[in-house]
């Protein structure tokens, strides 16, 4: 026991160094040579062998409630990034980045139809969510769906969670059908020829999962490190796209009556006898008379995904991303910047996506564009700055993984995005200019609407 009139000792904790370094222990504090004696006052310091430790895996992020997203917005200039629901939002903190811009359209009728969000249940639950609208009321969709399917989709993985008696892909199915049915009693939304896509990730902190749903084709990425790598990144996507020419997806749509055609640029979902509506995906929330007439279906599809170690963030995009990049580029695009550059690595996403739109329309045209980036380890930006022993804050400019190995940077060079001729690699092609819905439902032909290039 220590005397009770002995003098405090201060015992500063070990550094702990970045978790691609080495880890140790610069200065320790000392403790008296005689502590061990019995009864013995302190009588002189020594310093005690070195300390080692390893990084936890932890996130120090995830206690901290988050409600944030876009808001709708009406302005109708190509560029302009929509507004914030919130204002106490701190993407660094909270190792977040986002990027949602107003596209531009020959017709240059509608706003930026793309919604996102962000929620957390602190220490339990996070969801970040992505809906991309289309038809003429197509942005007023997405911003309902941001406003309650994502909530509904965090109750039920919650409610999968505490009881073994609920499935989590039904319950979620459920989620889905409820949103659809919420669409359908508001038909001031134009439901009968408007929809979204909706794609939501759960990230459960507590059992290290995540639990994908989605309708559509705003694709979800999981960025890891390369397997024998710890600086090199690979892109995977973690849903397909629901398009009309999938085997099981056309199977579904002419067994409902309703048929695929070709247009000359992509797959749509057609009457049987006639040409509208003219959907260019098979599953979608909205859309009422695709739903009732032609198969398309409110459906999500649902995976789990066990988080491991290797994997470093999680991006959720509308196809103004993926028309143009590839899930491998997203990765390559984003290996340089730190957890805390979360937000420069979206913006720079989503500037490397409408350059190449520019590139591939001859300056004409460009998708709107939404990028949701959160990495999945995160470690808490203050401690950045003790285990590089400075006061100063991390730059929003320094490189991460890229640099630590000195290895040379594989950002997209603009040789290499210059001209149109590299759209044929990407992995959607024959897409420029088509909107997912024609504008009428009518047995016009599809060669004579106004919003294909």
């Given at each position: 026991?220590?005397?009770?009139?002995?003098?405090?000792?201060?015992?500063?904790?070990?550094t702990?160094?970045?978790e691609?370094?080495?880890?140790?222990?610069?200065?320790?504090?000392?403790?008296?040579?005689s502590a061990?004696?019995?009864?013995?006052?302190?009588?002189?310091?020594?310093?005690?062998?070195?300390?080692?430790?390893?990084?936890?895996f932890?996130d120090?992020?995830?206690?901290?409630?988050i409600?944030v997203?876009?808001?709708?917005?009406?302005?109708?200039?190509?560029?302009?990034?929509?507004?914030?629901?919130?204002?106490n939002?701190?993407?660094?903190?909270?190792?977040?980045?986002?990027?949602c811009r107003?596209g531009?359209?020959?017709a240059?009728?509608?706003p930026?139809?793309?919604?996102?969000c962000?929620?957390?249940?602190?220490?339990?639950l996070?969801?970040?969510?992505?809906f991309?609208?289309?038809?003429?009321?197509?942005?007023?969709?997405?911003?309902?769906v941001?406003?309650?399917?994502?909530?509904?989709?965090?109750?039920?993985?919650?409610?999968?969670?505490?009881s073994?008696?609920?499935?989590?892909a039904?319950?979620?199915?459920?989620?889905?059908?409820?949103?659809?049915?919420?669409?359908?009693a508001?038909?001031?939304?134009g439901?009968?020829?408007?929809?979204?896509t909706a794609?939501v990730?759960?990230?459960?902190?507590?059992?290290?999962?995540?639990?994908?749903s989605?309708?559509?084709?705003?694709?979800?990425?999981?960025?890891?490190?390369?397997?024998?790598?710890?600086?090199?990144?690979?892109?995977?996507?973690?849903?397909?796209?629901?398009?009309?020419?999938?085997?099981?997806e056309?199977?579904?749509?002419?067994?409902?009556g309703?048929?695929?055609?070709?247009?000359?640029?992509?797959?749509?979902?057609?009457?049987?006898?006639?040409?509208?509506?003219?959907?260019?995906?098979?599953?979608?929330?909205?859309?009422?008379?695709?739903?009732?007439?032609?198969?398309?279906?409110?459906?999500?599809?649902v995976?789990?995904?066990q988080?491991?170690?290797?994997?470093?963030?999680?991006?959720?995009c509308s196809?103004?991303?993926?028309?143009v990049?590839?899930?491998?580029?997203?990765a390559?695009i984003?290996k340089?910047?730190?957890?805390?550059?979360?937000?420069?690595?979206?913006k720079?996403?989503?500037d490397?996506?409408?350059r190449?739109?520019?590139?591939?329309?001859?300056?004409?045209?460009?998708?709107?564009?939404?990028?949701?980036?959160?990495?999945l380890?995160?470690?808490?930006?203050?401690?950045?700055?003790?285990?590089?022993?400075?006061t100063?804050?991390?730059?929003?400019?320094a490189?991460s993984?890229?640099?630590?190995?000195?290895?040379?940077s594989?950002?997209?060079s603009?040789s290499?995005?210059?001209?149109?001729?590299?759209?044929?690699?990407?992995?959607r092609?024959?897409?420029?200019?088509?909107?997912?819905?024609?504008s009428?439902?009518?047995?016009?032909?599809?060669?004579?609407h106004?919003?294909?290039?």
């Amino acid at each position: 026991l220590k005397p009770k009139n002995s003098p405090r000792r201060l015992l500063p904790s070990p550094t702990i160094k970045r978790e691609m370094g080495a880890c140790g222990s610069s200065t320790a504090a000392s403790r008296p040579a005689s502590a061990h004696a019995k009864g013995s006052e302190p009588t002189g310091l020594v310093s005690p062998p070195v300390m080692t430790c390893q990084p936890t895996f932890k996130d120090p992020t995830n206690d901290r409630s988050i409600s944030v997203g876009s808001l709708l917005d009406m302005a109708k200039t190509p560029g302009m990034e929509k507004k914030l629901s919130t204002s106490n939002f701190d993407p660094k903190l909270n190792c977040i980045g986002y990027a949602c811009r107003k596209g531009r359209k020959p017709a240059g009728r509608q706003p930026n139809q793309d919604s996102w969000c962000v929620h957390r249940v602190p220490g339990k639950l996070s969801a970040y969510g992505v809906f991309d609208g289309h038809g003429e009321k197509g942005h007023l969709i997405s911003d309902h769906v941001r406003q309650t399917l994502t909530k509904e989709i965090l109750n039920s993985v919650k409610t999968g969670n505490e009881s073994s008696e609920v499935d989590t892909a039904t319950a979620l199915q459920e989620a889905y059908q409820q949103a659809q049915r919420g669409i359908m009693a508001k038909p001031h939304l134009g439901v009968q020829l408007s929809g979204t896509t909706a794609t939501v990730v759960v990230h459960d902190h507590m059992r290290g999962k995540l639990t994908i749903s989605h309708v559509g084709d705003s694709t979800a990425v999981l960025v890891k490190k390369k397997a024998g790598s710890d600086h090199e990144l690979e892109g995977l996507a973690l849903t397909r796209d629901h398009k009309p020419d999938l085997e099981d997806e056309k199977q579904r749509i002419e067994e409902a009556g309703g048929r695929v055609s070709f247009d000359g640029y992509c797959h749509r979902v057609c009457k049987k006898h006639g040409f509208g509506p003219g959907l260019n995906m098979s599953r979608s929330l909205g859309d009422v008379v695709a739903h009732r007439v032609c198969g398309v279906s409110a459906d999500p599809e649902v995976k789990e995904h066990q988080l491991s170690r290797e994997d470093h963030a999680l991006l959720v995009c509308s196809d103004g991303i993926w028309e143009v990049i590839t899930p491998q580029e997203a990765a390559d695009i984003i290996k340089d910047y730190g957890q805390w550059q979360a937000m420069a690595a979206a913006k720079h996403l989503a500037d490397e996506a409408c350059r190449r739109w520019l590139a591939g329309t001859n300056g004409e045209m460009t998708d709107d564009i939404t990028a949701v980036l959160a990495f999945l380890h995160p470690e808490h930006p203050q401690l950045s700055r003790v285990n590089t022993c400075t006061t100063t804050a991390p730059s929003d400019e320094a490189p991460s993984i890229a640099a630590s190995s000195n290895s040379e940077s594989t950002s997209i060079s603009p040789s290499q995005t210059s001209n149109p001729g590299g759209i044929k690699a990407m992995p959607r092609t024959g897409t420029w200019g088509s909107e997912e819905h024609h504008s009428d439902f009518d047995d016009t032909p599809l060669e004579s609407h106004e919003d294909k290039l």
